[in-house]
């Protein structure tokens, strides 16, 4: 069975930092496209940054320049660094992948952590 398990969240200060791990297993993780996605309370899931099976990456305009994505696949991992945190990032955060050929991954999906920025 295919299973996503996130981990890192926390809370930090505004202009902190954390690094949310996202392990895979019941995959060929190296042909997957990965993702995170984030939602806030009473706000509409958004994709915040995916990385293919060719290392091509996208990134939500929100996040650009703050928030890095990369992958290793020795480890089956996706990993998000997210720096310079503000309170509008607080969200729980999905770690999502998918082995279709797809523009976004949406198969499968972790069970979210939760990042709270505070001001």
């Known amino acids: 069975q295919v299973q996503l398990v996130e981990s890192g969240g926390g809370s930090v200060q505004a202009g902190g930092s954390l690094r949310l791990s996202c392990a895979a297993s019941g995959i060929i993780f190296s042909r997957a496209i990965m993702g995170w996605y984030r939602q806030a309370p009473g706000k509409q899931r958004e994709l915040v940054a995916t990385?293919?099976?060719?290392?091509?990456?996208s990134y939500a305009d929100s996040v650009k320049g703050r928030f890095t994505i990369s992958r290793d696949n020795a480890k089956n991992t996706v990993y998000l660094q997210m720096n310079s945190l503000q309170p509008e990032d607080t969200a729980v955060y999905y770690c999502?992948?998918?082995?279709?050929?797809?523009?976004?991954?949406?198969?499968?999906w972790g069970q979210g952590t939760q990042v709270t920025v505070s001001s």
């Open positions: 990385i293919g099976s060719n290392g091509i990456t």
């Open positions: 999502a992948a998918d082995g279709r050929v797809t523009a976004v991954p949406r198969a499968y």
